[in-house]
């Protein structure tokens, strides 16, 4: 181990780290007052590089998923990552910052002996946060991690975005854990589909008929792709995109400068359209609305995010819907309810999911399928829920947010309340969505607003939204503003008037 100095405490801002090389290793400084702390550079989730982040409340937030970190120590304390930032030895001797460049060694968990089984069901972004922090805090008794997927717990958002435009092979999509991270405590692994959970039994039966009796169990199953009940669904050549083999089976049938044809122009739609147009593939969009996301995003943004789809080279077809897809031995055709007929060998539905929970027994389910939380995740005593199934209360009103991180944040909650804690949900929703080379960012969720402030212009670059109920910002998207979403993000955990939020913004 080598010591190095590598700043000077005058270079260092309370509120951004700056980036610095000790050895081979790149490390980011934190100042507190006189005291400074060095952390690994990049994030542990994708990558980004932490020095552009933002030191908001005690904590570093990511620039790009909004992962956030303590300051003092390093621990994760919102995903996307699952994992603490890897620390250094810091000191200041005179005003030069000194660092060891090898990383202090990590602080392992207490383990007590532990006669519990938890059981988590479903190895995506809620169940994989929901067992990181399990393992994280120590958990010693039986965990059982079922999943139907063979090789499970890896970043589903990367399908649509990298995958099937031909810039990830499916088999290098990102881990969301670290083998390091699956080897602690007593984890089983159990590839299979559930076919009952009885709540007041609290036991498990898969399909196999193997059966688990627990003590605390966490539903993290998520959606089941939509497949509308339209004449021809079932024909070979239609896929739906919800996982590793979704992706690599459609990526097998399309060919570029081949037709394809996407129903649906929600975030995955589209978000399909900008990739399979980047692999090649001639792009057609049925949509049912003249405006792709306006009720999520309104009408300005939506039509820029259109036309640059239409830069690009996809066409939109609506609105309207799809009456019937033609095909003897595989899809031929698409007819839609305007009359068009639109050739194409391949058909990608997004058309939304269903939550999976059709195998719960002893609980209630809502319409739509889902089951209803408290704010700790709790759906019966010993059962907890989140993700894409879960309606939680935001705000006082019952809401069900398929977002990816959400699902994260539920999970987190969820595994700490199994231990005992009483933790609620009183967190930020995030996501972010990549087309034709353009992230955009939401925070918050707005069910209603009366008006929608711009600084920016979406239509020419970079820009902020500020989604507003009277005076009361209630959600925010954006392109770029990166400090001042990062900021946003702890700041809107609270009321924030458009006043408050456009000073932060600057």
């Not at 700056?18 to 007052?33: C, D, H, M, T, Y």
């Not at 965990?143 to 958002?157: C, G, I, S």
């Not at 539903?219 to 024909?235: N, Y």
């Not at 889902?370 to 309606?391: F, H, N």
Request: proline share 6%.
């Amino acid at each position: 181990m080598t010591q190095h100095a590598v700043a000077r405490l005058a270079q260092l801002d309370d509120h951004r780290p700056l980036r610095v090389q000790a050895g081979s290793e790149e490390l980011i400084l934190i100042r507190q007052g006189d005291q400074v702390h060095a952390y690994q550079g990049n994030c542990p989730h994708a990558g980004a590089p932490l020095d552009e982040g933002v030191v908001c409340g005690g904590l570093l937030v990511c620039p790009w998923h909004k992962a956030a970190f303590a300051v003092d120590e390093g621990a994760v304390c919102e995903p996307p990552a699952l994992a603490d930032l890897r620390r250094y030895r810091a000191w200041v001797k005179g005003d030069e910052v000194w660092v060891d460049d090898q990383p202090l060694p990590a602080t392992e968990p207490p383990r007590h002996s532990d006669a519990r089984c938890f059981v988590v069901v479903g190895a995506g972004a809620a169940g994989s946060a929901a067992v990181a922090t399990l393992l994280a805090h120590g958990f010693a008794g039986r965990l059982v991690w079922v999943d139907q997927e063979r090789h499970p717990a890896y970043d589903r958002t990367a399908l649509s975005k990298f995958v099937i435009a031909g810039q990830m092979p499916p088999d290098q999509v990102p881990a969301l854990l670290e083998a390091d991270a699956l080897r602690q405590g007593q984890l089983e692994r159990k590839y299979g589909k559930v076919r009952t959970l009885n709540s007041h039994k609290r036991q498990l039966t898969l399909a196999d008929g193997q059966q688990f009796d627990y003590d605390a169990c966490l539903l993290a199953t998520g959606g089941k792709a939509l497949r509308p009940d339209i004449p021809g669904v079932d024909l070979p050549g239609v896929f739906t995109l919800r996982s590793r083999e979704d992706a690599a089976q459609l990526l097998d049938a399309a060919e570029p400068g081949q037709p394809l044809v996407i129903v649906g122009d929600g975030f995955i739609g589209l978000e399909a359209a900008s990739a399979l147009r980047k692999y090649g593939a001639q792009v057609q969009v049925v949509t049912r609305h003249e405006v792709p996301l306006a009720r999520q995003l309104g009408e300005r943004i939506g039509r820029s995010i259109r036309e640059l789809h239409e830069r690009k080279g996809v066409t939109f077809h609506g609105p309207t819907e799809v009456e019937r897809i033609e095909g003897q031995d595989r899809v031929e055709a698409v007819l839609l309810a305007n009359g068009e007929r639109l050739q194409t060998p391949l058909v990608l539905l997004g058309t939304g999911v269903k939550p999976a929970t059709a195998f719960v027994q002893g609980v209630p389910l809502g319409e739509d399928h889902s089951l209803r939380v408290d704010a700790e995740m709790r759906a019966a005593d010993g059962l907890w829920a989140a993700g894409d199934i879960a309606t939680f209360p935001l705000s006082g009103q019952p809401v069900r947010i398929e977002h990816w991180r959400l699902a994260q944040q539920h999970g987190v909650i969820a595994a700490a309340n199994m231990l005992g804690e009483q933790r609620r949900y009183a967190d930020v929703p995030f996501f972010w969505t990549y087309q034709h080379g353009r992230t955009y960012e939401v925070l918050g969720h707005a069910r209603d607003w009366d008006r929608i402030e711009f600084v920016g212009e979406p239509e020419k670059g970079d820009f902020i939204a500020l989604q507003c109920m009277d005076e009361r910002v209630e959600a925010v998207i954006a392109k770029g503003y990166s400090d001042a979403m990062a900021t946003l993000s702890q700041c809107m955990k609270r009321p924030l008037s458009l006043e408050e939020a456009l000073a932060l913004i600057g």
